[in-house]
């Protein structure tokens, strides 16, 4: 079944060490999404990808980077977690701008 | 004037009953409308969507009601079963633009047996 994978489904990552998420797709859907879900929050928009063009929304912080090396792939990097960084951490993907988009299951960030 | 109001907070109901969720958006630049259901540790999941050119429209249990003098739309769930308890989220996004979902708070509805 075509799908959005994420990797790892929990991370732990200690104050200030360096972690990146995985997301892949089998969609073969041309823009990415990266949301950030804190507890009882709606999603958050960080960041997209359409195709190789990034997008970055204007109140996400430059701790959070991100990477697309193909199509099918795409990277959260958070440079320097803080307390504040722990929340699930959604892909989604959308076969055009504006068109729907379809989320990963997570993954569910914890920083000790 | 990007918001989408969402509500209620929470909502309970029997089970056979109908849930009702309400959303109310203030750009009328928006044109796609999404209803996402989200159950604990998962990722939202499309419910149901509409465009304005629309007044309603239903998949099976589920409706949405479009309102675009009004800038309102609702979810109604018929039938509500135990399984459908879980997070609703509104969205509203510019097609034009971005596609950037602009979430509702969401509402977390328990359906009691």
């Known amino acids: 079944d075509a799908m959005v994978i994420q990797n790892p489904r929990y991370q732990v990552t200690q104050f200030g060490k360096p972690v990146t998420l995985s997301c892949s797709q089998t969609l073969n859907h041309n823009v990415m999404y990266w949301y950030q879900q804190k507890s009882s929050q709606a999603p958050k928009l960080l960041f997209h990808y359409y195709d190789k063009d990034f997008n970055n929304e204007a109140d996400t912080p430059d701790n959070f980077q991100s990477r697309r090396p193909n199509t099918s792939f795409c990277f959260l990097d958070i440079r320097s977690p803080g307390l504040g960084d722990a929340a699930m951490y959604l892909c989604?993907?959308?076969?055009?701008?504006?068109?729907?988009?379809?989320f990963g299951p997570g993954t569910r960030l914890t920083v000790l | 004037q990007q918001q989408v109001k969402q509500s209620p907070q929470s909502l309970i109901v029997q089970k056979g009953g109908i849930s009702i969720i309400n959303c109310a958006y203030e750009n009328t630049a928006f044109d796609y409308f999404p209803w996402y259901q989200q159950f604990p540790g998962k990722g939202p999941a499309l419910l149901i969507a509409?465009?304005?050119?629309?007044s309603e429209k239903k998949e099976g249990r589920f409706t949405i009601s479009f309102n675009k003098s009004a800038k309102q739309f609702s979810l109604h769930i018929m039938d509500s079963q135990p399984g459908d308890s879980a997070t609703y989220f509104c969205?509203?996004?510019?097609?034009?633009?971005?596609?950037?979902?602009?979430f509702g708070q969401g509402t977390t509805l328990q359906v009691k047996p």
């Open positions: 509409i465009r304005p050119d629309v």
């Open positions: 969205a509203a996004s510019m097609t034009s633009n971005t596609g950037k979902l602009i």
């Open positions: 989604a993907t959308g076969q055009a701008r504006g068109s729907t988009q379809y």
